[in-house]
């Protein structure tokens, strides 16, 4: 979105300044019009049921009321997969990176008669998840760090650097940052405060960080509409 706002204030300066001005107010205009866009993280503005809203219009969950989505319940590595899985493919984020060998697993053969096994399959060759020394760890709850790494990789389609001493996903949690889909959780994580990256996320952060990945679409393609019409 950046790149888009930058091409806007260069072209404002190629043409008079007249129009220059006309632009740039109904460009304003058009933002105010959407007083999510000016908030600092784009995640917190959504009600939990608007998440959940979101989630079920979409397909990625059969509850269409809150309490019965259980918003607070921790989510495994093995349901987590099958969400961001779904979602990568709703969204044409899923890209083949991996191929079968190298997406074997010792610990999910129990999974065989599920969807879930599947679905973890899927995740490494989509890139998303790793897994660590030939396992899955499918029972392990996702952490927050997980969580967004897995996020940036679906978006950015590759994996970013993971070898800060400090903690493997501080590079996630910069992009997050830049992007303004960070949970308030995770506000004041940083190389000084690593442990909100180590805590575990609950399922409605999670869908949260997918309906603001699709609020972040949609505005960067009503931008690119807006540009197009001006």
Sequence with gaps: MKKLLYALLLWSLLITPTFANDRWGDFLEFLANDERVAKDTWLEYSSDQRVVDFLHSIGMTKFPKLNDFLPNNLITRAEASKF???????QGLARKVNDEAACSFSDIEKYQKSDLYQTMLQSCQYGLFNGSEGKFNPD??????????????????????????????????????????????????????????????????????????NYKKNLEKKIAEFLAKH
Excluded: C
């Design 84 to 90: 961001f899985v779904k979602f990568a493919e709703q």
């Design 140 to 213: 392990g709850n996702l952490t927050n760090g997980e969580a967004i790494a897995v996020l940036i990789r679906m978006i950015e389609g590759k994996k970013l650097d993971e070898s800060s001493e400090l903690h493997w996903s501080l590079a996630y949690l910069k992009k997050v940052k830049e992007a303004r889909l960070i949970l308030n959780q995770l506000a004041t994580a940083g190389e000084t405060n690593i442990q909100p990256l180590n805590q575990n996320i609950n399922r409605i952060d999670m869908g949260r960080l997918f309906e603001g990945v």
